[in-house]
T-cell receptor
Framework: SQWGEENLQALSIQEGEDVTMNCSYK?????VHWYRQDSGRGPALIIL?????REKRSGRLRATLDTSSQSSSLSITAAQCEDTAVYFC??????????FGDGTVLTVKP | EAAVTQSPRNKVAVTGGKVTLSCNQT?????MYWYRQDTGHGLRLIHY???????EKGDIPDGYKASRPSQENFSLILELATPSQTSVYFC????????????FGKGTRLTVV
């Protein structure tokens, strides 16, 4: 598998808290995608980080990429109930194929 | 807005039967993909295509065929469905370059009994 973490993880937090999700990958990549999947829907891209960016921000989202340790993280600041979803990291190739990790189920409680 | 439409959304099939899942995209993307997602796991690539007439094997192609008759349409075919193919299937399209977004459909839930 491309990804070191094989099992779906679950996180449960209170609204307003910050949360960080981590992924590690085994083979070289220049791009890490973070996708969000809502119940009954397909995944949707929320942030993409390249190897020359170390950190990328989009609204309350912050992604990091450490190519030396082959790991990436996604942080959500001041989480809201609507952030409840499954979050996946994925590496991409030059053909556009994505290899997904198993994901993190995030539940934000009011 | 990028649009990928899958049909049917739900399907119950009998073991040994033939199943065809259809996908249509209006993004004019060259590349299309079929993934399956099993409970508690990420998506795994079954087949993909670079354009009309092309199909390529992904990471888990056994038991599946694909067909890309046009730029817009990409089908996944299970010639002899088995219970192990019970899963949720996602079609996607993309430009096919590193670091570009891949757009997913809403998925087809297939149950093989």
């Amino acid at each position: 598998s491309q990804w070191g973490e094989e099992n779906l993880q679950a996180l449960s937090i209170q609204e307003g808290e910050d949360v960080t999700m981590n992924c590690s990958y085994k083979t070289y990549t220049t791009v890490v995608h973070w996708y969000r999947q809502d119940s009954g829907r397909g995944p949707a891209l929320i942030i993409l980080i390249r190897s020359n960016e170390r950190e990328k921000r989009s609204g309350r989202l912050r992604a990091t990429l450490d190519t030396s340790s082959q790991s990436s993280s996604l942080s959500i600041t001041a989480a809201q109930c609507e952030d409840t979803a499954v979050y996946f990291c994925a590496t991409g190739t030059n053909t556009g194929k994505l290899t997904f990790g198993d994901g993190t189920v995030l539940t934000v409680k009011p | 807005e990028a649009a990928v439409t899958q049909s049917p959304r739900n399907k119950v099939a009998v073991t040994g039967g033939k199943v065809t899942l259809s996908c249509n995209q209006t993004n004019n993307h060259n590349n299309m993909y079929w993934y399956r997602q099993d409970t508690g796991h990420g998506l795994r690539l079954i087949h993909y295509s670079y354009g009309a007439g092309s199909t390529e094997k992904g990471d888990i192609p056994d038991g599946y065929k694909a067909s890309r008759p046009s730029q817009e349409n990409f089908s996944l075919i299970l010639e002899l469905a088995t219970p192990s193919q019970t899963s949720v299937y996602f079609c996607a399209s993309g430009e096919g370059q590193t670091g570009t977004e891949v757009f997913f459909g809403k998925g087809t839930r297939l149950t093989v009994v």
